[in-house]
Each structure stands twice: as C-alpha cells, then as structure tokens.
C-alpha cells in the first residue's frame, strides 16, 4: 500500500490540507518553490491516483500538484479529467495540460491534447473552461 495515498486523501479536510500540501512536497509549498521539480514516483502515483477521488476538492488539488511536478505518466489521467464534471477541475486540468512553465522543455500538448483542447474552447458548458482553453491554444499558437 503506498501510504501517500492517505496524504492525498488529507487534502480533502481544510483543517488537514496544509500539512498535506507541505509533506507532499517536502516544505515547499507553491508553484514558485516547486515548479518543474519531480516528485519520487510513490508521490506521483498517489496524485494519479487522487485525480479519481470522490472529493472534486482533492482532485483539484492533485492537478495543481501534477502541474508544478510535472511527470508524462500523469497526462493521459490529467486528460481524463478534461471531462470531470466539475467546471474548476476542469479548467485546472486545462490549466495543467497547457502551462508548460514548470515542464522544463517538455510539453502535453500532443495532437490528441490538442483536439481535446479544441472541443472545450468551443462548447464546453463553463465560459471559465472554455475562455481557459482557448488562451491556452492562443499561447501554444494553435487556431482554435
């Protein structure tokens, strides 16, 4: 059992999501502090695994935490979660698929990102999401 996945699931709790925050990320907290540093791949896994969670909370919190630590084995979840259905974790994992500032070089933006992309800039229900991915498209000089 990976015990990061009770960490993850701390995140959840507001009184709980602080220390949760500062253990995943070993005291560093925020993207500043963190961006483009890998996590060892228990942390990762345990993320991949908070993307499922019941609590659009924790899977929020998970996207941003794949952004700054940025690891391939976590795109294709973050692309599933282009279609939760919570409008806030949505636009993170837009977020999180299109900032390439903490991916040192490397990029989401595949070709099947990229269609994804396309169909929540013009009908996604959220005008936030659907504003979010088209700035994203727009930065990445791709035609919407």
């Keep these: 059992m ?15 999501r602080m220390n949760a925050l500062r253990l995943i990320e070993d005291g560093r907290v925020g993207a500043r502090a963190n961006r483009g540093r890998p996590l060892p791949p228990d942390r990762v896994d ?7 969670h ?3 909370v924790v899977r929020r919190c998970c996207l941003e935490l794949l952004d700054q630590h940025p ?22 994992a837009v977020h999180a698929l299109i900032c ?22 013009q009908s996604d ?11 994203g498209l727009q930065q990445a000089n791709i035609c919407t």
Excluded: F, M
């Design 100 to 121: 390439d500032a903490c991916k040192a070089g490397t990029s989401y933006l595949a070709a099947d990102v990229v269609s994804r992309l396309r169909e929540l800039a």
């Design 46 to 52: 345990a993320l991949i695994w908070g993307l499922s």
């Design 54 to 56: 019941a609590s659009p």
């Design 2 to 16: 990976n015990p990061w996945i009770d960490i993850v699931d701390s995140l959840q709790a507001p009184s709980e």
């Design 125 to 135: 229900p959220s005008r936030k999401v659907r504003a979010q991915a088209q700035w």
């Design 71 to 92: 690891d391939d084995r976590a795109r294709p979840h973050i692309v599933r979660c282009l279609s939760d259905p919570v409008p806030r974790v949505r636009w993170h």
